[in-house]
């Protein structure tokens, strides 16, 4: 493999954790596989605003932001000095913090499904908590799901099941290693977009369905009509409707997607960027559907811990006071306008898709097996100028013009080696291993 001397001290530091870390890294999106393994940067020594440096001294844009966990910009101070001065007063108590019930209220006034609400730490955390909560309202303990959501056993069962066209794992990429096979078919995937599908799953499984489990966007806004009808039969299956907005929540609107498309679930799972870094998580319902939850072990130590609630209340505070919805519209509209500019300017054939919250550009090459390869040169070579990204965009509110024009001219630069790339050279120009798709979502 071919190790660039600008990131010789992140590729050492990757070597020893493989000795001591299963895995290497304690989240798959961080591992050196998902980018240009050998020239992107993997581990970094500080953050602040739009970019970081690595522990090599090299400095980048960063585009990635923790897989959208930071939403103002890295080490904000509104939000970083909300903390600090939480911390002195105490980052846990032995009995509980008022903050518990003011940041409930606050939740309560801002996402249109909260009527209640439970805390965790994490976004896959919040959905095992979701899916208990709609097993226990019910009676039921099937759950249909579309998108993607962590890693508990309640999910991840899935696997024990084969897709009927390719006989491979529904999430592919992932072996239920460690998962009770007692679990398999208590979580059936269903496809984005097909309410027949969803249908039908209803039907074979007539009165065992506890939840629908669902990620409402990733990329694109859904086919119209599209939630309301996964609404409509949930309901007359007398099934929970869950939005999982951890990875799509707070950019579009402060209330989420289910503010911007006015489809209001009866529960909702919230993490990442409602504490702009900091680990939080929240599962909100109405009181129908959550009410139950008190007689529920539903406990932890750190859930409600005094650093993630001072976090999420600044946040969520900073986010209303810089009016980010409008923020959020303007930067996404420059990024596309930027990289379409970049590609038309270049002549690779190529396109820009996605929201203003997040925007992708595709490729479009003569060989579908080439996307990958094409995809990691994209990769390879941004990251050698200063850009961390993967084929995507996502803005914080700490990105400036200046920003969006020093990513648009790497880009187009790189885009003209693209060009050399699918005139034959592509496997010359690439350095690295392809990067691997550690799975399949089941949503764009």
């Not at 976004?123 to 303990?141: F, H, L, P, S």
Request: glycine share 8%.
């Amino acid at each position: 493999m071919v190790i660039d001397d600008r990131v010789r001290k992140s590729m050492e530091l990757y070597d020893r954790a493989g000795e001591l870390i299963p895995g290497r890294t304690q989240l798959v999106s961080r591992r050196a596989s998902q980018f240009a393994e050998g020239v992107s940067p993997v581990y970094a020594q500080g953050a602040k605003g739009s970019r970081f440096v690595d522990v090599d001294g090299n400095e980048y844009i960063d585009w990635v932001n923790c897989v959208s966990a930071v939403i103002l910009g890295h080490a904000d101070e509104a939000v970083d000095g909300a903390v600090k001065r939480q911390i002195d007063r105490g980052s846990l108590y032995t009995v509980n913090s008022p903050m518990e019930v003011e940041l409930a209220e606050l939740l309560i006034e801002t996402i249109p499904s909260a009527e209640m609400v439970r805390y965790c730490k994490g976004g896959g955390e919040a959905c095992a908590v979701a899916v208990k909560i709609a097993r226990g309202a019910t009676g039921r303990d099937k759950i249909l799901f579309s998108g993607y959501h962590g890693w508990h056993d309640w999910y991840q069962s899935v696997n024990y099941l084969a897709d009927p066209d390719t006989g491979e794992f529904p999430i592919t990429g992932i072996e239920p290693i460690g998962v009770p096979k007692a679990l398999a078919g208590t979580a059936l995937p269903f496809t984005y977009g097909d309410l027949d599908n969803l249908e039908k799953l209803f039907a074979e499984n007539s009165g065992e369905v506890a939840a629908v489990m669902m990620e409402p966007l990733r990329s694109d806004l859904p086919p119209e009509g599209y939630l309301e009808g996964v609404k409509e039969i949930a309901r007359a299956n007398d099934a929970i409707l869950i939005f999982d907005e951890v990875s799509c929540g707070w950019r579009t609107r402060i209330g989420g997607i289910q503010e911007y498309t006015g489809v209001t679930p009866d529960m909702s799972v919230f993490a990442k960027a409602m504490t702009n870094g900091y680990p939080m998580g929240v599962v909100v319902g109405s009181r129908d559907s959550m009410e139950l939850a008190a007689r529920m072990f539903i406990s932890s130590s750190y859930w409600s811990d005094n650093v993630g609630l001072a976090a999420s209340l600044a946040t969520i505070t900073e986010l209303k006071r810089r009016d980010s919805v409008a923020q959020f519209e303007a930067l996404g509209e420059k990024m596309r306008t930027a990289m379409q500019g970049a590609i038309d300017s270049a002549g690779v054939p190529a396109s820009v898709s996605g929201w203003h919250f997040r925007c992708y550009v595709n490729f479009d090459v003569p060989d579908a097996s080439m996307t990958s390869k094409v995809n990691t040169l994209f990769v390879q070579e941004m990251a050698r100028r200063g850009i961390h990204t993967f084929t995507s965009f996502m803005p914080t509110l700490a990105h400036t013009d200046d920003d969006i024009q020093q990513t648009a001219d790497a880009a187009e630069d790189v885009f003209k080696i693209v060009i050399q790339a699918l005139e034959g050279d592509l496997d010359n120009l690439l350095e690295v291993d392809p990067k691997r798709e550690p799975f399949r979502r089941f949503v764009t």
